[in-house]
């Protein structure tokens, strides 16, 4: 429908905890879930898609303020993603035309002991499940825009820029082709993400499927929240050697490093927003199913009302998945990856009418398009990265989706 339809939304109390991935009827899934607590949404009311260019998050927020401002909402539960409520995928450049809003016509929610249904528009019962999960089968593998000697290289060529001063930090990314012998059911993909890293936000929105471990922003009244990802090692199955690698990351002078470039982008670009912003000066260490993070997470009070999507646009991108100076590393991307990343390392989540909402990085990530999937993996390059040592990184961060489609 287009923008100019008055919304008719309304919002229930649910009984009880909802299994909220269960309820999906069909692969056209829309999520944001984290421990079982989240949204889950499917059918379009409304689509927004948002062009690229400079001020493309104030034309998100504008378009999506008309929209909902002319609506006829009846929400007696007023909590944060009741009411209506669009989930969002960005693309990672801010040229690139990939980004939309969409404001799903069934919306289920599971929020600090509160359930509800949002339904827009008449219609028929959004509990009825209406295709059975197929899981994919016969899952084959390609290589992407870059092999593995040719990523690598790209790798020493930014070490190369790095070390003669141009910049500080890069994050380069790659790719990898999946294709099943049916069309890939997201569904699936979500509860076995969901299963193995329930600490992460596990998301899809417009057939990009994932499962984050960096939250960019969380606004919630004038409260603002983010988590600061940057600096990684694998984990490993015996404890004494996976805690050995814990104490290396926390002491190692090239991820702490990267991890302050991110931390300190962050503080600047969430001061001049906020009457309070907490920063801590040391990083922490994230443990996550595959790999450990440094990990810095920030809070802070909005000096003035703002929806979460200003805050995104003061935010993306980041140095954990760009790099600094920014303008210098995204031209570099643009020049060694080979390749688009389309909505890979963009922002993705959801925004209510009030301008709360949750946005993750769309990280550890697939882009579906019927029977094949494009998965991206990514790494941050400083001055002292080998390599070998990013391309292992990479293919641990890659193992996150072959085994959602594979297991």
């Known amino acids: 429908m287009g923008t100019s339809e008055r919304l008719t939304v309304r919002t229930l109390p649910a009984p009880g905890r909802l299994d909220l991935i269960g309820r999906l009827p069909n692969p056209a899934a829309l999520a944001w879930i984290r421990r079982d607590s989240g ?23 504008a378009a999506l303020a008309s929209l909902f401002e002319s609506a006829d909402v009846d929400d007696p539960v007023g909590v944060p993603g009741s009411g209506p409520v669009a989930f969002g995928t960005f693309g990672f450049d801010p040229k690139s035309d990939d980004s939309v809003l969409i404001v799903p016509r069934y919306v289920l929610g599971w929020r600090d002991g509160h359930a509800w249904s949002t339904v827009i528009g008449d219609t028929a019962d959004p509990l009825t499940l209406l295709r059975p999960q197929a899981e994919p089968s016969r899952v084959s593998w390609r290589g992407g825009a870059l092999d ?6 790209a790798v020493s060529a930014a070490v190369e820029r790095i070390r003669e001063g141009r910049l500080g930090k890069v994050v380069l990314a790659r790719d990898l082709w999946a294709e099943a012998a049916e069309p890939i059911d ?44 940057a600096g990684t090692t694998p984990r ?24 302050a470039y991110a931390a300190d982008m962050v ?8 009457a309070e912003l907490s920063v801590p000066d040391r990083p922490e260490l994230l443990r996550l199913a595959n790999v450990q993070h440094l990990a810095t997470p920030v809070r802070g009070t909005l000096a003035a009302e703002r929806s979460v999507l200003d805050v995104l646009e003061a935010l993306h991108p980041t140095p954990a998945v760009c790099g600094t100076p920014t303008d210098a590393a995204m031209d570099l991307i643009r020049e060694l990856e080979a390749m688009d990343r389309a909505r890979y390392a963009g922002p993705v989540g959801w925004v209510d009418a009030r301008g709360d909402g949750e946005w993750g990085i ?19 390059i400083v001055g002292d990265s080998d390599p070998a040592a990013e391309l292992a990184e990479a293919r641990a961060k890659f193992s996150v989706m072959r085994t959602a489609l594979e297991p």
Do not use: N
Request: hydrophobic share 40%; glycine share 12%.
């Open 186 to 229: 997201s569904r699936v993909l979500l509860r076995r993400l969901a299963a193995r890293y329930p600490d992460c936000y596990t998301f899809a929105v417009d057939g990009l499927v994932g499962a984050t471990p960096e939250l960019l922003v969380r606004r919630i009244g004038g409260v603002v929240e983010s988590l600061v990802l």
């Open 39 to 61: 949204l889950v949404g499917w059918g379009e009311a409304a689509r927004v898609p948002i062009p690229g260019g400079d001020g493309r998050f104030a034309r998100a927020r």
């Open 236 to 259: 490993d199955p015996d404890p004494e050697v996976d805690a050995a690698r814990g104490t290396a990351l926390m002491a190692s002078v090239k991820d702490r490093r990267e991890h």
């Open 362 to 380: 769309a990280l550890r990530c697939a882009q579906l398009d019927g029977s094949r999937a494009r998965l991206f993996a990514g790494c941050g």
């Open 148 to 153: 593995d000697e040719g990523w690598a290289g």
């Open 267 to 274: 503080r600047e670009a969430l001061g001049p927003l906020c």
